[in-house]
């Protein structure tokens, strides 16, 4: 027989399921913004050498596509990693998606998603490669890269593509151009941290449509 469940219960059941809030999209550029203009959406940051990042508007907000950011200060300086944090974006589970359209670089033509963000030397980072041809999934802890998951995949550029990572606990998941390409588990970071873009050496790569779904704060 089928117990039937009392009020005080179905709250408890109600409390305890996890949270799912909205995606939301980010808005990278405000609409009085134009091309060339400074990137405000996000905070510029840079972990490695080279002068500092210089995130920019490449397409206005009114545009078809919309809004397309990018870090143009095209530095050929192998362990250089622009970074731009949407610090009122943190959590600790997290999804978050963006179509990176790779346009130039010689040393690396790559554009990555970061979460779990602590500081701009402690973080995971999603990132597709249209001159290695790969989809790669890091932490850095201290500053150190290292990888722990990836997949072959043909990225091209002048192309937008959609990147997009889920961290739920210690399992991430990974699409690329609209299918799962992996999944991998990983405990280096935990907690909340704040979401973010990344680049490369001298990548120029666009970003545009960031979405965001926090699923725990």
Same mark, same amino acid.
């Not at 808005?27 to 959406?41: F, S």
């Not at 790969?134 to 192309?159: K, M, P, T, W």
């Not at 961290?167 to 991998?184: C, H, N, P, R």
């Given at each position: ?22 995606? !939301?999209?980010? %808005? =990278? ?8 203009? *400074? &990137? /405000?959406?996000? @905070? ?82 999603? !990132?597709?490669? %249209? =001159? ?8 850095? *802890? &201290? /500053?150190?890269? @290292? ?71």
């Amino acid at each position: 027989m089928k117990m039937p469940v009392t009020a005080a219960a179905a709250l408890w059941l109600a409390l305890c399921a996890p949270v799912r809030a909205d995606p !939301r999209e980010v %808005a =990278l550029a405000g609409p009085a913004q134009k091309q060339g203009d *400074i &990137a /405000g959406a996000c @905070r510029p940051a840079l972990l490695g050498g080279g002068g500092p990042a210089d995130w920019r508007v490449m397409r206005a907000a009114g545009a078809a596509g919309g809004a397309l950011i990018g870090d143009i200060s095209k530095q050929a300086v192998d362990a250089r990693y622009p970074q731009c944090f949407f610090d009122e974006i943190t959590a600790g589970d997290i999804e978050i998606s963006a179509d990176i359209t790779p346009i130039t670089g010689e040393m690396d033509r790559a554009g990555g998603l970061i979460a779990r963000a602590k500081d701009d030397a402690n973080y995971y980072v999603v !990132r597709a490669n %249209a =001159l290695e041809h790969n989809v790669r999934l890091y932490h850095v *802890i &201290a /500053g150190v890269r @290292r990888q722990f998951a990836g997949v072959e995949r043909h990225v091209f550029s002048d192309r937008p593509q959609n990147l997009k990572l889920r961290a739920e606990g210690d399992l991430f998941t990974i699409w690329f151009d609209g299918k799962q390409v992996f999944q991998a588990r990983d405990r280096a970071l935990s907690g909340a941290g704040a979401a973010g873009l990344w680049t490369k050496a001298d990548s120029v790569t666009g970003f545009s449509n960031v979405i965001v779904n926090v699923l725990k704060p």
